[in-house]
């Protein structure tokens, strides 16, 4: 399984030097920067072919009315459904401490960091919200909005039980 660790850092170092309004219309100048082709742009989203050296060269950008809420990139190769999950799993766990090492070189220590099975590092930064993730079958970098991401980590309103 190839981890693209260069295409990753460089793509996380464009994103916080990007000057970011989080409106769709930032997807085609940020897709140029990075050197990327937006496929299809639709109503919730869009398809980007990007340059990584991964088995799938994709990402998603994920919106609605015209704003940009998160752009999820494969950073990995995706593992075949028929290899077995101790082959996969040991090779994903070193990917991510590989891609941990360089991203925090690069951003400085992770705002959080959830261990396991989906283990997860998040860098808040002023203009981008930085998310390494892993799933059962590759890791994804995710670009997301502040104010977005903001929205996400709202508590749930409490509501009081009524006697």
């Not at 502040?146 to 980590?153: H, L, S, T």
């Amino acid at each position: 399984m190839h981890v693209d660790i260069e295409g990753a850092t460089r793509i996380a170092r464009l994103a916080t030097e990007f000057d970011w309004t989080w409106a769709v219309d930032d997807l085609e100048p940020f897709c140029a920067q990075a050197g990327w082709e937006l496929v299809e742009l639709r109503q919730g989203g869009g398809s980007i072919r990007t340059n990584l050296h991964v088995s799938r060269p994709e990402a998603h950008m994920f919106g609605r009315q015209h704003r940009m809420n998160w752009i999820s990139i494969f950073v990995t190769d995706l593992a075949d459904d028929a290899t077995p999950m101790t082959v996969v799993r040991p090779l994903l766990d070193e990917g991510f401490t590989n891609l941990d090492v360089a991203l925090t070189a690069l951003l400085g220590t992770a705002t959080s960091a959830e261990p396991g099975p989906t283990a997860a590092l998040r860098w808040d930064l002023p203009k981008v919200v930085v998310i390494l993730s892993m799933s059962p079958s590759a890791i994804h970098l995710r670009l997301t909005s502040p104010g977005y991401q903001a929205w996400v980590d709202e508590p749930e309103p409490a509501y009081e039980d009524e006697d």
